[in-house]
């Protein structure tokens, strides 16, 4: 009470330091709830500092959020389920969730064999048949001018003869 009328007797009114008192008091609880609020979030990113760089990995996998929802419910359904621990669930999916991918990459890629194997198949059919593809055109050409089988087979006999003769007067 004395420090009170000092401050009297100096002109500073005493209601008006109890006042400042109590702020001060309201100020040191707001800080130290503050200070256990930073504590608590310091020790939270402690914790998401550890899973960071798992994150990221799974990130640059190209693993999205939209993946990881459908995940975590599916470890929980089975963690119910099956009556596992959420790290054993977790496991046991992401171990089963591989091993299909695994599976899937190597249809696909049997299937892209199968299909290089059927292309080139394709190719070296075309080629064969691409001389047999001229000569329908052109038997049907003919035969719509109005030239009939016998006609060309007949053409092709005399082409023949004429060939043959050639080369036998080229080898005398």
């Known amino acids: 009470m004395t420090v009170l009328n ?3 007797h100096c002109r500073y009114d005493p209601k008006k330091i109890v006042a400042e008192f109590a702020r001060l008091n309201c100020l ?3 800080e130290r ?3 256990n609020n930073c504590q608590n979030l310091e020790n939270r990113m402690s914790e998401y500092r550890q899973v960071l760089p798992l994150l990221q990995r799974i ?3 190209g693993i999205s959020i939209d993946e990881l929802l459908p995940f ?3 470890v929980n359904e089975k963690a119910q389920k099956y009556n596992l621990s959420i790290s054993a ?3 046991r999916a992401a171990a089963f969730r591989v091993l299909k991918d695994i599976d899937k ?3 696909i890629g049997g299937m892209k064999n199968e299909i290089s194997n059927l292309a080139m198949q394709r190719y070296a059919i075309n080629q064969i048949s691409a001389s047999r593809n001229k000569a329908i055109t052109s038997l049907l050409k003919l035969q719509n001018y109005g030239i009939t ?3 060309i087979l007949n053409v092709y006999e005399y082409l023949n003869r004429a060939r043959f003769e050639s080369a036998s007067a080229l080898r005398r």
């Open 6 to 8: 000092n401050m009297k």
């Open 28 to 30: 040191r609880r707001s």
């Open 33 to 35: 709830i503050l200070k």
């Open 59 to 61: 990130r640059s996998i």
């Open 72 to 74: 975590s419910i599916a």
């Open 89 to 91: 669930a977790a496991f």
């Open 105 to 107: 990459y190597n249809r």
């Open 149 to 151: 089988d016998d006609e």
